[in-house]
């Protein structure tokens, strides 16, 4: 079974630039979720997603955004890039329902010059 | 969900066992203990998890004491490519198709040494 595919795996943007990142999870997974990681805050949760719908959303500015498709692949968006978005983005894809395994995906890195 | 505290880095012989520990002298009944550990500049990789017995995969087993106010990641015979952050993780799963957020704290940061 293939893992959880991130496009695309390198990006540079610059301030003020929008960009919008994919993840496609395990085949037959419904929950996506995904995570910023920065070297002074780690990993922070984002949003997650299950069935189209959001389900939890973290601390994060309106600016990020994200969605699910009816083949939960998932698109997350960042609007009005600031140079502190520059971040390793991971995604991460389960089951669903009651679900105890994530699995992460290999991220995508923003640079945000 | 109820915090982790893990020392911030550990050694360990190549070959030898490695025991990471993690207090969560908070943690309420339906809170189950998770550790994932990243590679650098890797996604996180689930290891293992456990409500309240000892659990034993391919991977590392994981001890957790009696009163649940913490626990053991042990890693049997560790070799290089487990050099890697370790987190810890306690959180609930819930019903009602939510898979709630995994709070990721600053992990440990094991060395494995030949």
């Known amino acids: 079974k293939a893992g959880v595919t991130q496009t695309p795996r390198y990006l540079i943007k610059t301030r003020g630039q929008q960009v919008t990142l994919s993840c496609s999870p395990i085949s037959g997974h419904r929950s996506v979720s995904w995570y910023q990681q920065t070297p002074g805050q780690g990993l922070q949760f984002l949003f997650e997603?299950?069935?189209?719908?959001?389900?939890n959303k973290g601390n994060f500015p309106g600016r990020f955004s994200g969605r699910q498709f009816s083949n939960s692949r998932s698109e997350m968006n960042v609007s009005t890039l600031e140079l502190g978005d520059s971040a390793l983005y991971l995604c991460a894809s389960s089951s669903g329902l009651v679900s105890y395994e994530q699995y992460f995906g290999p991220g995508t890195r923003l640079t945000v010059t | 969900d109820a915090k982790t505290t893990q020392p911030p880095s550990m050694d360990c012989a190549e070959g030898r066992a490695a025991n990471l520990p993690c207090n969560h002298s908070t943690i309420s009944g339906n809170e189950y203990v998770y550790w994932y550990r990243q590679i650098h500049s890797q996604g996180p990789q689930y290891i293992i998890h456990g409500l309240k017995n000892n659990e034993t995969n391919e991977m590392a087993s994981l001890i957790i004491t009696e009163d649940r106010k913490s626990s053991t990641l042990i890693l049997p015979h560790a070799t290089l490519r487990d050099t890697a952050v370790y987190y810890c993780?306690?959180?609930?799963?819930?019903?009602?198709?939510?898979?709630?957020?995994?709070?990721f704290g600053k992990g440990t940061l094991l060395t494995v040494n030949p």
């Open positions: 993780i306690v959180r609930v799963v819930g019903s009602g198709g939510s898979n709630y957020k995994l709070t």
């Open positions: 997603y299950f069935s189209e719908t959001q389900r």
